[in-house]
């Protein structure tokens, strides 16, 4: 059996002329855990041309959700930016990554650090009925140079606490933390900036972050998780791995090409 399969293009959203998300039927025989990646992409001069994508969609939604950068000269997605309704993709078959919390050990409170479209996987992870199971509090915290980059703001705002079966859990213990650092906002700066300075403890009204009750997931620029894992690692927190669950687990939201 191939390790790449189709799916169709069911709805494009361009978000800023940088970014934009689209949503794919799923093979029902695809399984995947929140915050899981998968390899998609398009057939491009007769041979299939991937890259690694954050699953974004819940485990229990029919249709695959995913946010996407688009790079002008980017062999991928100068293409895939053209995307419409209708068009088939390719999807690899086997969802992995470390964005999960058995990597994690037990906590109190489950941190979500984001830039850019390192938010994809949360946003799979925060509707997600296991994780308020595991944990009291998720703190979603998402960084963007400008405010409209902040994808799915309304949605995580708006939408999920009116969610059906999760709206409850998300009032009571999701707490959203935007920042912009390249244009005025409420909250402004790199998330390492704000935990160091104490801001983010301080507007959450949380203790600082600690190894002993708090978990953390990472996922940004090569920059921001370079930044984030000198400051976790400063207060102790070690990074978990499936050998060895920790206190934290790191993603890139891309690689350096
Ligand atoms: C584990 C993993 C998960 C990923 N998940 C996503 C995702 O959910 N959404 C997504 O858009 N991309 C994601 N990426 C990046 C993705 O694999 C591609 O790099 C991206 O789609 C661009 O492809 P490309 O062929 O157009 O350009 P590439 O040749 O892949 O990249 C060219 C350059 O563009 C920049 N770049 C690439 N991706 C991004 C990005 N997401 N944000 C900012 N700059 C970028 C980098 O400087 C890179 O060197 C992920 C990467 C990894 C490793």
């Known amino acids: 059996m191939s390790h790449i399969t189709n799916a169709r293009v069911t709805a494009v959203e361009h978000l800023t002329d940088r970014l934009f998300s689209f949503t794919t039927t799923r093979d029902p025989g ?68 470390t964005l999960v919390p058995e990597l994690l050990e037990p906590g109190e409170r489950l941190y979500l650090f984001a830039t850019g479209t390192g938010l994809a996987p949360f946003l799979s992870l925060i509707r997600d009925p296991d994780i308020y199971a595991r944990f009291e509090q998720i703190v979603l915290v998402h960084g963007c140079r400008h405010a409209a980059e902040l994808a799915f703001r309304r949605m995580i705002t708006e939408e999920l606490p009116q969610h059906e079966l999760l709206g409850a859990e998300v009032c009571a213990r999701l707490r959203y933390v935007p920042t912009v650092t390249r244009e005025p906002f409420p909250t402004r700066g790199r998330i390492d900036a704000l935990i160091e300075d104490g801001r983010l403890a301080a507007m959450l009204d949380l203790p600082p972050l600690d190894p002993a009750a708090d978990r953390a997931m990472l996922c940004g620029s090569p920059a921001m998780l370079a930044s984030l894992r000198t400051v976790l690692e400063a207060r102790g927190f070690a990074e978990g791995s499936h050998a060895s669950p920790g206190q934290f687990v790191v993603e890139r939201a891309f690689a350096e090409r």
């Open 30 to 97: 695809l399984r995947f855990h929140s915050g899981q990646f998968i390899m998609l992409g398009l057939e491009v001069n007769g041979r299939p041309l991937l890259r690694a994508y954050s699953i974004a969609s819940a485990p229990y939604e029919d249709e695959l959700g995913f946010l996407s950068i688009k790079v002008p000269d980017g062999p991928l997605t100068s293409r895939l930016q053209h995307l419409r309704p209708g068009d088939e993709i390719l999807l690899g078959r086997k969802p992995t990554g």
